[in-house]
């Protein structure tokens, strides 16, 4: 597929195209999505939840006992036409380099209890370590009923992006198999095509791209041409031809570098309306300001305003996809074919597109290929078989760059680039650094099968990362019944540490994993004292189950209480209420 070259834009520089490229590659993998697929058309909406990564924290049954029948029965229609899948593909994503889930937010699917709730709530991790501790966190995302009283719509007093909840309940179409279809035209494109794209999901060319305002008969286009002139730098041109008033100019100043589609504010805020959630919304610039956009029904007024003011604000909390260019569309103009997005949206952004020649999704994992690498006055070949990095050198010749090594002397780049792809340490070829940096980006979105087919095609299991981290580290992502058995077969050791010290046990229980793995891996002979280390003093897994369940609701508290009760120090089992604290309730 030729990619027709995009204008530079402050909204869309090389760091979000790169980003929202590995994104749709890896953070949503085939497998995932299909057999999520396969339990939905099942009618099985646990299963499909559990293939997605998703937890399920509510019973319908239960509903029913506490809200009336008629509230479980539209709880259970909302939950037998849900895409898990969907909902995580369309989950805002960190604005770093990990490409994670962003942390401690709640879209509001829908509101069977009306508005004085429960709601139905996906909610993602919610991170207790600094960022830069050394792990990201796991990125399974819960699915339960949180009461009205527990999250507001508004951004009060106090409030801030890390507490905000976003209404998806108006927007059906990112998680409700039954309105994807509408994701074309909610986008800001017609009925044939989306904008940008040409209806078999090609991108337009910049010919094709209107030269001026095309009115409000092709949608399209009009979009296109509202978009176009935001990306080119003529913000308050954009604005102006999508009738928004600025209330001043730091605010043009801040949407310029924001990828706002503003054309399409009118449509979603007059939407919101009729639903009876007024003409008001708003969404996060920063941790500490949000752009809120307020529609009187004549002309759309944007305005900085900041959290935790003197005053209440307002204004609801859309989902980016209500007020940004579609991520989507954006990756596909940088050259991510249309045969690589989640089958739905597919369907709904290219209407024209024939039948794939193969299954439609993000790209699988494929074998490492051989690459080449200057040896001394040669070029050597490397390749990943037989469980590890084979190099053309004899093994007399290894041994001896063994010895230099052991005695700090010069050894050859191929021997160099075997030793960092089981250590961490040191050089790799830029071929071999990349698909390491893309096998562990995969494990950590939840990719089982990428590192079963890794495995499968003659990869090397003692591989670390440039965080010294070993599969075993990466564990808590991933299916740990189906992989650590082989893992453990391969030789990898259960206590091995990262560069911080830290033991794949206490990577579990420190950044979101499940006991049943903490479990296993105690079961295959972890230790449990000096799991990881504080500065020079050691940690052991009791002391840490304790402080970390204290900070945070654990996944099943009743299986971490069990497992903290059975671990015996030198003063025996733990002693009576001294297990886990009770789970505290996220603010």
């Not at 760091?15 to 099942?42: C, N, Q």
């Not at 989950?91 to 994670?100: K, M, N, S, Y």
């Amino acid at each position: 597929m030729t990619v027709p070259r995009r204008p530079s834009s402050a909204s869309h520089r090389p760091e979000r195209a790169g980003a929202l490229m590995r994104i749709r590659r890896f953070a949503v993998p085939r497998e995932m999505i299909e057999r999520a697929t396969e339990r939905r058309l099942a009618g099985d909406w646990r299963g499909a939840c559990a293939a997605a990564g998703i937890d399920v924290r509510l019973d319908p049954e239960q509903a029913r006992r506490e809200h009336g029948a008629e509230f479980a029965d539209a709880l259970l229609d909302d939950l037998r036409h849900l895409v898990p899948d969907l909902v995580r593909w369309h989950h805002p994503r960190q604005a770093d380099d990990r490409t994670g889930v962003e942390e401690h937010l709640f879209p509001v699917l829908s509101r069977p209890g009306g508005d004085r709730g429960p709601w139905l709530t996906v909610r993602s991790p919610r991170r207790r370590t600094s960022r830069y501790e050394g792990g990201p966190w796991s990125q399974r995302l819960v699915l339960g009923l949180t009461a009205h009283e527990e999250l507001t719509l508004d951004a009060s007093p106090g409030r801030t992006r890390l507490y905000e909840p976003q209404l998806w309940s108006s927007s059906r179409y990112l998680w409700d198999v039954r309105h994807v279809h509408e994701t074309r035209e909610r986008w800001g494109g017609g009925p044939d095509r989306a904008p940008f794209l040409n209806p078999d999901g090609t991108p337009r060319t910049v010919a094709e791209l209107p030269t001026a305002d095309p009115g409000p008969g092709d949608r399209a286009a009009r979009t296109e041409w509202i978009d176009h002139l935001h990306q080119t730098g003529r913000v308050a041109e954009a604005l102006r031809a999508a009738g928004v008033e600025a209330a001043d100019e730091g605010t043009v100043r801040v949407l310029e570098r924001i990828p706002v589609s503003a054309g399409r504010w009118r449509a979603e805020l007059g939407g919101l309306a009729a639903l009876g959630y007024g003409a008001a919304a708003g969404f996060p610039d920063s941790y500490h300001l949000r752009i809120t956009v307020r529609y009187d029904g004549h002309r759309v007024r944007v305005a900085m305003t900041p959290y935790g003011g003197a005053e209440p604000d307002p204004a609801l909390s859309l989902p980016r996809a209500c007020w940004a260019r579609p991520e989507d569309v954006d990756a596909v103009r940088d050259g991510l074919s249309p045969d690589h997005l989640h089958p739905l949206l597919r369907e709904a952004l290219a209407p024209a597109r024939p039948p794939a020649d193969g299954p439609v999704g993000p790209p699988p994992w494929e074998p490492v290929a051989p690459v080449r690498a200057r040896c001394g006055k040669e070029w050597h070949t490397l390749s990943l078989r037989d469980g590890r990095l084979v190099t053309p050198h004899t093994g007399e010749e290894q041994a001896r760059e063994r010895a230099l090594s052991a005695l700090g002397g010069t050894v050859s780049p191929c021997f160099r680039a075997a030793e960092s792809w089981r250590t961490g340490r040191g050089w790799l070829p830029k071929g071999l650094h990349a698909r390491r940096a893309e096998l562990f980006e995969r494990i950590r979105h939840g990719d089982t099968g990428a590192l079963v087919d890794y495995l499968d095609t003659g990869g090397d299991p003692r591989v670390r990362d440039g965080e010294l981290n070993t599969l075993l580290h990466e564990l808590y992502h991933l299916d740990h019944t189906v992989l650590l058995p082989r893992l453990l077969e391969a030789g990898l050791d259960v206590d091995a540490e990262n560069g911080l010290r830290s033991t794949p046990v206490h990577r579990a229980l420190r950044y979101g994993g499940d006991p049943s793995l903490v479990r296993a891996l105690i079961a295959a002979g972890a230790r449990t004292r000096a799991i990881a280390y504080d500065r020079s003093r050691p940690l052991d897994l009791r002391s840490e189950l304790e402080s970390v369940s204290g900070h945070r609701v654990p996944a099943d508290p009743e299986r971490w209480r069990e497992l903290l009760e059975e671990l015996r120090g030198p003063e025996g089992p733990a002693a009576p209420g001294r297990g886990l604290p009770r789970p505290r309730r996220d603010p």
